[in-house]
């Protein structure tokens, strides 16, 4: 199967500061997702994206899938964008669509 | 509801009891997913279901484990004689179609005691 790195692994930021995350694979993909994963546990969907760029408020991913890696940019963080921040890419191959998660980036948001 | 359930949200069992665990899928989902997720890790694939059809079941650590979906709605993942290794959360996911977003419930967290 594909492997998935993450970095970096923790991130602390001051509120108000940009940040990037990213995502490499080790082989093409097929759906890649990015994933915010709350204090409580629960994986919110950021966004749905196998190539290109999305926005969605202070929130924008690019993948480039001949490159095999997506970025996640946070323009002007708030405390509430903290927690552990997660990008799974499926492989595609014949029936399988199941999700390869990478360790995740943690990222605490400070005041 | 709007998204995806689970049931319980907390479980504890005594090693060696049998625990299943809930998942209501968001409403016209055909597909879901199970997947097991340790503390520190990201989740990993347990088992797929497509309608009541489990097409892909290679992630279930042992035979222990068994999952079912019988009207192709709900769907239980059962552990028999749970083992403290088993500890983790339990996330379920669905999704209308695939290859599409995969849409995940709040998890059900286990401990074995």
């Known amino acids: 199967g594909i492997q998935v790195e993450q970095s970096p692994p923790d991130l602390i930021l001051q509120e108000g500061a940009n940040s990037t995350l990213r995502c490499n694979f080790s082989d093409s993909v097929n759906n890649l997702q990015w994933f915010h994963q709350n204090p409580w546990g629960q994986l919110i969907n950021l966004f749905y994206i196998p190539s290109g760029t999305k926005q969605n408020g202070r929130l924008s991913a690019t993948t480039v899938a001949t490159e095999r890696y997506s970025l996640l940019y946070i323009s002007s963080s708030q405390t509430t964008d903290s927690g552990v921040y997660f990008c799974?890419?499926?492989?595609?191959?014949?029936?399988?669509?199941?999700?390869?998660f990478g360790k995740g980036t943690k990222l605490s948001v400070i005041p | 509801g709007a998204g995806v359930s689970q049931s319980p949200r907390y479980k504890v069992a005594k090693r060696g009891q049998d625990v299943a665990l809930r998942c209501d899928p968001i409403s016209g989902h055909v597909s879901l997913f199970w997947y097991q997720q340790a503390l520190g890790q990201g989740p990993e694939f347990l088992t797929y279901?497509?309608?009541?059809?489990?097409?892909?079941k290679s992630g279930l650590p042992s035979d222990r484990f068994f999952a079912e979906r019988p009207e192709g709605s709900v769907s239980t993942l059962k552990i028999q004689r749970t083992q403290q290794e088993d500890s983790a959360v339990y996330l379920c996911a669905s999704a209308i179609s695939l290859p599409d977003t995969q849409y995940f419930g709040p998890g059900t967290r286990l401990t074995v005691l």
């Open positions: 279901f497509q309608n009541e059809a489990q097409l892909d």
């Open positions: 799974a890419g499926e492989s595609g191959g014949a029936g399988s669509y199941q999700l390869t």
